[in-house]
């Protein structure tokens, strides 16, 4: 079955700097990859998410990456914020299941 | 417009008891799915209804553990005979299109602790 492997497990950055957080999945026929943040007692939130269709989004200060090819795909985030600092999961789809990434903690120090 | 609601926020209780997680999805979302996260972990797929069809089980990790969907809208997790590796947050779900290749929107969570 699919598998999702993501790194790395934390992340801190200075405020400004910018965070890259990737992905890797094992099912070729995965066809959609949210990204999802999640703060201290709350459920993930959708924050973004790439079809297999396109290469590239942004929203602002937030990008996703997706390589077909060597099936991975990223997460930028610029100009961080102390805000961003969160637990964020990538996922990976494939119309059957959505499978998720363990998971980055992203510290942004002010 | 209201999310995900799931109650109770916390659940205690003692090793062997029943528990039963509540979720109220979205209003008009015909696909609920149910997760569990254990500390510091991912997210684990546990089961998914979608309309009138037979929900997918297959990620439910002992026969402790059923659900139901009354309705097509509210859904009961219940755990049965709980062990304390049942500890752990329990979130919901739910989503506008029946394909998993659809965004999802979850609660905030049962964070359940057996003791």
């Known amino acids: 079955g699919e598998n999702v492997e993501q790194h790395p497990s934390t992340l801190s950055v200075q405020e400004g700097d910018s965070a890259v957080i990737k992905c890797t999945y094992s099912?070729?026929?995965?066809?959609?990859f949210p990204w999802y943040k999640q703060e201290l007692g709350k459920g993930p939130q959708l924050i973004i998410d790439?079809?297999?269709?396109?290469g590239e989004k942004k929203d602002q200060r937030i990008a996703v990456t997706l390589n077909k090819t060597a099936k991975h795909f990223s997460l930028h985030i610029t100009e961080t914020q102390p805000e961003d600092s969160a637990v964020y999961f990538c996922?990976?789809?494939?119309?059957?299941?959505?499978?998720f990434g363990t998971g980055t903690r992203l510290q942004v120090f002010p | 417009g209201a999310g995900v609601s799931q109650s109770p926020s916390n659940k205690v209780t003692e090793k062997g008891k029943d528990v039963e997680l509540r979720c109220d999805p979205i209003?008009?979302?015909?696909?609920l799915y149910w997760y569990r996260q254990s500390l510091g972990q991912g997210l684990e797929f546990l089961i998914y209804?979608?309309?009138?069809?037979?929900?997918?089980k297959s990620g439910l990790p002992s026969d402790r553990f059923s659900a139901e969907r009354t309705g097509g809208s509210v859904s009961t997790l219940t755990i049965q005979r709980t062990q304390q590796e049942d500890s752990a947050v329990y979130l919901c779900?739910?989503?506008?299109?029946?394909?998993?290749?659809?965004?999802?929107?979850f609660g905030d969570g049962t964070r359940l602790s057996i003791l």
């Open positions: 779900a739910s989503s506008s299109n029946p394909m998993f290749a659809q965004p999802q929107h």
């Open positions: 209003s008009g979302h015909t696909a």
């Open positions: 996922a990976a789809s494939t119309n059957d299941k959505l499978i």
């Open positions: 099912d070729s026929a995965s066809n959609y």
């Open positions: 790439i079809r297999s269709n396109v």
């Open positions: 209804f979608q309309g009138n069809s037979a929900p997918d």
